[in-house]
């Protein structure tokens, strides 16, 4: 079972380098969404998207974009990487509806801009 | 929006003792309740949720939640704890809109079984 699939899983930037986190799910679900992770500061939303085509910010999108060409496909860009990035991203996905729909999440990518 | 609070941070308990874990949310409104488990170096992964009904609800790995509405709280209790409980938990509040964008993550709790 695949599930929500992030890759890479560990990365070293050089500051101003930019990268692309790719998220592949293959479980149908029309909401996607990338978080970021930092120590005692729990999870932060940098952005989501509701469907092919559409994506909206979350409360983190300075210095990333994102693009939502296919169902399964979410990719995080991050453009000249700072080291303020660092840290760990999650995407996770679910299917639509009122809220009480599990939110299923990949394993991670470890992200250190030095 | 949803804010949802953990006050504690880092939970030690030795192994085989009771543990609770709190969460409390900021409205009152209808709301869906979730806790997330996170182990080392792993995404998270669902323990359980409160969408209606009996307030208490079972999970995996032994744990259970209590919902209580006045008091806005969604408490994590486990009788008692093994090692491999060690992890990150999240508790999540999501509200009843339907605009993708309504889950709201506490700052985790990291609890510590000690043998």
């Known amino acids: 079972n695949a599930g929500v699939t992030q890759t890479p899983k560990f990365r070293i930037l050089k500051i101003g380098q930019s990268m692309t986190l790719q998220c592949t799910q293959d479980?149908?679900?029309?909401?996607m969404y990338w978080y970021r992770q930092d120590p005692g500061m729990g999870l932060k939303l940098i952005y989501y998207?509701?469907?092919?085509?559409?994506?909206d910010k979350g409360e983190v999108p300075n210095g990333y974009n994102v693009s939502r060409s296919t169902t399964e496909d979410f990719p995080l860009r991050l453009e000249l990487a700072a080291p303020s990035q660092t840290s760990v991203y999650f995407c996770?996905?679910?299917?639509?509806?009122?809220?009480?729909?599990?939110?299923?999440f990949g394993e991670g990518s470890w992200l250190t801009v030095v | 929006a949803q804010s949802v609070t953990q006050l504690d941070s880092q939970v030690p308990v030795f192994e085989e003792a009771p543990v609770e874990l709190r969460c409390n949310y900021s409205?009152?409104?209808?709301?869906?309740l979730f806790w997330y488990v996170q182990y080392p170096n792993q995404g998270l992964q669902l323990l359980l949720k409160?969408?209606?009904?009996?307030?208490l609800v079972k999970g995996i790995n032994g744990f259970e939640a209590e919902f209580n509405k006045s008091q806005t709280s969604f408490h994590l209790r486990k009788p008692s704890v093994h090692i491999s409980d060690t992890a990150e938990y999240f508790c999540?509040?999501?509200?009843?809109?339907?605009?993708?964008?309504?889950?709201?993550f506490g700052t985790g709790t990291s609890l510590t079984v000690i043998p």
């Open positions: 996770a996905s679910r299917s639509p509806g009122t809220g009480g729909n599990t939110i299923y």
């Open positions: 479980m149908n679900h029309n909401y």
């Open positions: 998207s509701v469907g092919a085509g559409i994506t």
């Open positions: 409205s009152s409104v209808s709301v869906y």
């Open positions: 409160y969408l209606s009904g009996s307030t």
């Open positions: 999540a509040v999501s509200d009843p809109s339907n605009t993708g964008n309504q889950f709201y």
